[in-house]
C-alpha cells in the first residue's frame, strides 16, 4: 500500500493556460475525491468517483473544470482557461465505502499557482 | 450548511486537555475528524455516526450528540504532536459527500 499520489506537487501556470492534474489512489479502494484548499480554510469539495461514475458535482464548480476516472483507477482534474482564483492547492482522496462512507485517505496534494 | 468550528484556535501547554466544537444546521448522518500539519495532507482521526455514540483512541476521544447536531473532540493530557489544525466534515446522507468546517488552530506548547 503506497497511499495516494498526486502529480504533479507543483504548477506554474499563466492566466488562460489548462492544466492537468493526476490522482492515483489506494488501489482497493472504490471512490475518488477531489478538494481545494485555500490558505485558513478546510477542503472544499469539489467532485467524486465511486468506480468509474462521477456521483456528484459540488454546484461551485465551475464548468472550467472537469475530472475524469476512466476503469475506475486514477482520475484527472482538469481546468481550462485558469483564472488567479483558481490559486490554491487541489487535494485528492479516496476512501473504499460499502454501506456507509468509509475513511478518507488524502496524497500530498498539488500546489497551483496562477500568475 | 458549512459546519461551525469552534474556537477557532487554541493555544495549550503539554498535559493540558482541549475540546472542539462541531456544529451543523442540518441533520447529519455522520461526522468525520482530521488533523492537518502544516504543509502537510489531512489525517483521518475517526468517525462518528448518528445515534450518539462516542469514540476513541489513545488521548483523543469524540461525541455526537444528534439531537444538537454536534460533535466534540476530547484531546486530553496534550502532547507536542497534537499541534495542527483540526477540521470535522459533516455527511447528511449515508455515503454521500463530506463538507468541512474551517478549522481549528491546535498548539502545543512545551
Known amino acids: 500500500d503506497t497511499g495516494v499520489s498526486q502529480d504533479p506537487r507543483h504548477k506554474i501556470t499563466k492566466r488562460g493556460q489548462n492544466v492537468t492534474f493526476r490522482c492515483d489512489p489506494i488501489?482497493?479502494?472504490?471512490?475518488l475525491y477531489w478538494y481545494r484548499q485555500t490558505l485558513g480554510q478546510g477542503p472544499e469539495f469539489l467532485t467524486y468517483?465511486?468506480?468509474?461514475?462521477?456521483?456528484?458535482k459540488s454546484r461551485l464548480l465551475s464548468d472550467r473544470f472537469s475530472a475524469e476516472r476512466p476503469k475506475g483507477s486514477f482520475s484527472t482534474l482538469e481546468i481550462q482557461r485558469t483564472e488567479q482564483g483558481d490559486s490554491a492547492m487541489y487535494l485528492c482522496?479516496?476512501?473504499?465505502?460499502?454501506?456507509?462512507?468509509?475513511?478518507?485517505?488524502f496524497g500530498p496534494g498539488t500546489r497551483l499557482t496562477v500568475t | 450548511q458549512q459546519p461551525v468550528q469552534s474556537p477557532q484556535a487554541v493555544i495549550l501547554r503539554e498535559g493540558e486537555d482541549a475540546v472542539i466544537n462541531c456544529s451543523s444546521s442540518?441533520?447529519?448522518?455522520?461526522v468525520h475528524w482530521y488533523r492537518q500539519k502544516h504543509g502537510e495532507a489531512p489525517i483521518f482521526l475517526m468517525i462518528?455516526?448518528?445515534?450518539?455514540e462516542q469514540k476513541g483512541h489513545d488521548k483523543i476521544s469524540a461525541s455526537f450528540n444528534e439531537k444538537k447536531q454536534q460533535s466534540s473532540l476530547y484531546l486530553t493530557a496534550s502532547q507536542l504532536s497534537y499541534s495542527g489544525t483540526y477540521f470535522c466534515?459533516?455527511?447528511?446522507?449515508?455515503?454521500?459527500?463530506?463538507?468541512f468546517g474551517k478549522g481549528t488552530k491546535l498548539s502545543v506548547k512545551p
Open positions: 482522496a479516496s476512501s473504499f465505502t460499502s454501506g456507509r462512507t468509509g475513511e478518507q485517505y
Open positions: 488501489s482497493e479502494h472504490n471512490r
Open positions: 468517483f465511486q468506480n468509474e461514475a462521477q456521483l456528484e
Open positions: 442540518k441533520a447529519l448522518y455522520s
Open positions: 462518528l455516526l448518528k445515534g450518539g
Open positions: 466534515g459533516t455527511e447528511r446522507l449515508s455515503q454521500g459527500n463530506l463538507i
